[in-house]
């Protein structure tokens, strides 16, 4: 049977402290914790022993681990937990002593909070998070609810299966990733497939076949049915090539090569169809990046919607903004309410479709990327910002953001340390679970 996602919720103490104080406590964060993961798994009443604890870690195999120090409980207590489950991530919640009034300590629960993370540390070798405060404080539910949805995307990766169709051009080997670094780092298992395969296996369907792809996509564009009737078909093969190879492989997310081979070899390009892939769930990233890929799936993940893929192409130091842009591929959901997903022709090869627009403005944007360090080992690029009101920069798609930090800082700093070209836009705030995320991998995180 298929494992669901498992949070568990440890609540840890000795009796000798105040325990209608720890009730209390122990009642508000059950309810907390079910507002936030319905099915987390909470002890029947607090676990006042090393005893207690150990018979309730039988019965769970969590996926996250939520650790709280309802009193002061000694390192025997976070020994046992590690001891099990050393790998699971793992939020320590230490709760804010209730009462202070000259009078009796109820809870002692921040001096647990050091015992318990003293032994955390000898144990785990990635970084675990902490927050501390009582369970109706606004930053308790923030972090308890960013914490498991971090913790439900690893979960998810698992298995997850991407697939790189075709080799990076030359000198793009940034994006090219190995088999093992993807499952041993991440959990995530990689397929591989020529484009020429896809692009054999799109040129043996009819016209007919082909119908329902075209005209979905001409219900998601705007000028579709303006581009020769050639490239209009051909896309429609291509569209039905790519849908139906990622659902019979199940498929996630996909790195595919675009230039030259399908403007040389196929007369059409994939920039739409991997745009039409990004609206219906599947990362697809172009120029066969597969740690943007992978990158655009987390985004995906997170934000419960299609994400901007391209490259960072111009600074403004006076608007403090970031414009990010690519030949054609961002999904149709992104274009601009007044103008649509509209179809044009590639800049450079002036073959259609590919997309034409800017993208619409969002409150919330995150720059993200997963990155690799000089040694090998990863690293995540996370910068915050809004996109703003902003039309089409250049022929391709385009998206304009404001950064929170100094967008000149980070242009400089970024280029300084060898950041890859690709980025990913998420319309979401979502940098404080992507700096979990990459505590859970662990990656070096650089938040600008």
Known sequence: M????????????????????????????????????????????????????????????????????????????????????????????????????????RLNALTGAFSAANTIKQFKKEQFEFVYGGPQEEQVRQTAQRMIRAARVRFEM???????????PQGFGFGRALDNDLLEVFGVRQDAIEARELIEKAKGYTDEECREYLEDALRRTVGLDQTPEKNRLDFARLYKAYDEFVKQNQIGAVASRCWPDFFTSFGTPVCAVLAMLNDLGVAGACEADMY???????????SGRSVFFGDPVSLDEKKNTLTFWHCGTAACSLARIDTGACIGEHCNR?????????????????????????????RFFIASGKAIDAPKQFF??????????????????????????????VYEDVADELEMLAHMFRADVRRY
């Open 2 to 105: 298929e494992k669901k996602f498992q949070a568990v919720y440890v609540p840890i103490g000795v009796g000798t402290f105040h325990m209608p104080s720890a009730d209390d406590q122990f009642r508000q964060s059950v309810n907390l914790l079910r507002e936030l993961c319905e099915d987390i798994v909470v002890p029947e009443d607090k676990l006042l022993s090393v005893d207690q604890l150990s018979a309730f870690l039988d019965t769970v195999n969590p996926d996250l681990i939520i650790l709280q120090n309802l009193t002061f409980a000694n390192a025997a207590y976070a020994s046992e937990v590690m001891h099990r489950f050393r790998d699971v991530p793992l939020l320590l919640w230490t709760l804010r002593e209730p009462v202070i009034d000259g009078g009796r300590l």
């Open 158 to 168: 698992q298995s997850l299966k991407v697939c790189a169709i075709g080799h990076t």
């Open 292 to 302: 943007g890929a992978l990158s655009m799936w987390i985004g995906m993940k997170l």
């Open 350 to 378: 002036h073959i259609g479709p590919t997309m034409e627009f800017g993208c619409e403005a969002s409150d919330h944007a995150v720059v993200f990327r997963i990155g690799r360090n000089p040694d090998g080992t990863f």
């Open 396 to 425: 391709g798609t385009s998206t304009v953001l404001e950064m929170t930090g100094n967008a000149e800082h980070i242009i400089h700093q970024s280029v300084l340390e060898g950041w890859e070209p690709h980025y990913v836009i």
